[in-house]
């Protein structure tokens, strides 16, 4: 056996991550560029403060409290009708998704999504050691829905996972699709990915909506990007409670730290707040798509806070140039194609600048 031990599958992987350049604008991981109010990270201190007090003891391993406001906020953006009993929280989403492949893949199943999707995705199904399909979508990123029928009926996936609004597209699904493969997987597990479903455009719904229809789909959500909360890490799900209770035989004991559990109640708190600024984020998002269609670029619609734009014979190129003038964003994506997250508008002023001087120069 070659030192160190490392799993056969795993010899010569590199670990995820984007590159963390430290530039002036930083548009290449979806955060939300507004950080809370000294008002809001004050009473998050508080919070904190007051757990510090009992942290000799393990935090409450079922997250009451928690789960009991999540459900209350869902209700609040797009669900209805949701119980605390339906909702399980981790330490981010990535963690929830990770856990919904421990307790339903695992060796002898699969995980299916359709590419363009989310580059983590065939990470954690090969750390929970599930097989991973995937299909495609079309060339505007939309889902062939025969063609996505007909692929789950092949392979009949324990899990299949949606993003919408995907990353890195931007797009949303129509509800007729996640219905359609609901009803296609069986007893397969349909997941939603809404890690930026509250930045939805006016007209899109949430998946949330049909959870009352479907056992089978479960709709995950994040803090990290419309709450302005990535550094505290909570991610959380929708779901049937006997889908909920399954997920309890996977966890780690106590896997919400007090810490976290307090940060995240007294975010919650402030919702509003936290979330002041999606309105801002969409409404400069809808700017940035538009002013890229008027320098003549394809552009993928966006739901999400950020926005797919191409193509490039020389994307890479295109990106080293932005880096040059100070501003990074996300060479992801289909080949041609780059992202760029929606940041503050005197980011986005720089990044259209820059973007302009190297279309020029290309
Ligand atoms: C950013 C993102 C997440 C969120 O990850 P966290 O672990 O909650 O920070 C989940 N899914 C997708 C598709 C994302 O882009």
Known sequence: MTWPPLREELRGIEPYGAPQLDVPVQLNVNENPYGPSAEVAADIARAVGEAAVSLNRYPDREFVDLREQLAAYLNTSGGSGITPDMVWAANGSNEVLLQLLQAFGGPGRSALSFAPTYS??????????????????????????DAARALILQTRPSVILLPSPNNPTGTALPPEAISMLCEAAGDGLVVVDEAYGEFRRAGTPSALELLPKHRNLVVSRTMSKAFALAGARLGYLAAAPEICDAIRIVRLPYHLSAVTQATALAALRHAPELLGKVEDLRAERDETVAWLREQGLTVADSDANFA???????????????????????????DGWLRVSIGTPDEMAAFKNALTKVMEDQ
């Open 120 to 145: 983590m995705y065939p990470e954690y199904a090969r750390n929970a050691m599930t097989q991973w399909v995937v299909g495609h979508r079309e060339s505007d990123f939309s889902l062939d829905l």
């Open 308 to 334: 797919l734009f191409g193509t490039f014979a020389d994307r890479h190129g295109v990106w080293q140039g932005l880096l040059d003038h100070g501003v990074l964003i996300r060479e992801t994506g289909p």
